[in-house]
């Protein structure tokens, strides 16, 4: 507790007042653990199990004013946002989610349960994928900035990468596509409804456990959808030197996505081929593998041409297709 001028205790209501390490131990005592967890938060480093003896590792940045907004989205809904869209490139090399590191920075006058929210976010999205958070680092800055690194094991399976898809296979995915940006669009004209499209920008939920299945059924390549379908089947396709083309009639687009997109003037396809932030699993299939019900056959792998990398029904699309950093607002 810190002490007033007046001499009396009172609870510490920012980050400022609370201190680096009383911020830290706020967050810790937020957390949970698992088996794979040997030394957690409190030491210089953590130690994870790792019985595949490969670790898989991504990490990703949020800043506030750029990936999120505080009148959009709660600090518990940034936290699950952060933890997804991690582990979700865990389980697009075919891996299974094991731990989380959180480098937070936050301004002194930010209220101290806005950390505090997150880190509850941030744990709960773990837990969905049975991982947990192990450590990371706090510091003071302007601009709320959350950078979470996840690490993965492999459980005796070769990694996916996005290199292996040869003409013939298939392209099939599982997950929801389009939604989120759905959401987006909805929020940025002032509304919060349809709410069901709104959780998904707020909260991706993606298919963590559709990455080892795929591995398992022999995926060739795999790619979670962040930046939108057309941009990471476009990864796909540099990597491997092919070009894939999508059929629009096997897209799902809900009846609900297309009154929305009547609504504000947008044809709900272009959200679902360029929308990112789904955190879909997308994935290519020699074509004689039997796919689980979960799965949908979207389109196929064909020799590289002079068109595109990526096709929609033989033709390149003509509209923007998926995000960048450094162009998009």
Not at 186 to 211: C, D, I, K, N
């Amino acid at each position: 507790m810190l002490s007033s001028s007046g001499g009396h205790s009172h609870t510490p209501s920012t980050v400022g007042e609370l201190g680096e390490f009383g911020l830290i131990r706020e967050l810790t005592a937020r957390l949970t653990t698992t088996s794979a967890v040997r030394i957690g938060p409190g030491d210089d480093a953590a130690v994870v199990s790792a019985p595949d003896r490969r670790v898989v590792a991504s990490t990703d940045i949020l800043v506030e004013g750029r990936h999120f907004r505080r009148d959009w989205s709660t600090a518990y809904d940034v936290g699950r946002k952060a933890a997804a869209q991690n582990m979700a490139d865990i389980a697009a090399m075919g891996a299974v989610p094991t731990a989380l590191l959180l480098g937070l920075v936050v301004p002194a006058e930010l209220p101290v349960n806005w950390p505090s929210e997150l880190m509850d976010g941030i744990r709960d999205e773990a837990r969905v994928a049975a991982a947990a958070v192990v450590g990371g680092d706090v510091v003071r800055g302007e601009t709320i900035t959350v950078a979470i690194t996840a690490l993965g094991d492999m459980r005796n399976q070769d990694p996916v990468t996005r290199a292996g898809a040869r003409p013939g296979d298939v392209v099939a995915v599982t997950g929801w596509l389009g939604w989120s940006a759905a959401g987006h669009t909805v929020l940025s004209r002032g509304f919060r409804s349809p709410r069901a499209f709104v959780e998904a920008h707020r909260r991706p939920e993606p298919p963590y456990h559709a990455g080892p299945a795929a591995a398992a059924l022999g995926a060739t390549a795999m790619t979670d959808v962040s930046d939108g379908l057309i941009a990471d089947l476009g990864h796909i396709a540099e990597c491997s030197k092919v070009r894939i083309d999508i059929r629009s009639a096997e897209l799902d687009v809900p009846a609900q996505m297309y009154d929305i997109g009547q609504a504000v003037g947008v044809d709900p396809l272009h959200w679902v081929l360029a929308g990112g932030e789904d955190h879909a699993i997308v994935a290519t299939f020699p074509a004689d593998q039997k796919l689980p019900a979960r799965w949908r056959t979207i389109g196929e792998v064909l020799a590289p041409s002079a068109l595109p990398h990526v096709t929609v029904d033989g033709a390149a699309w003509d509209k923007a297709g998926g995000w960048n950093h450094f162009k998009d607002a």
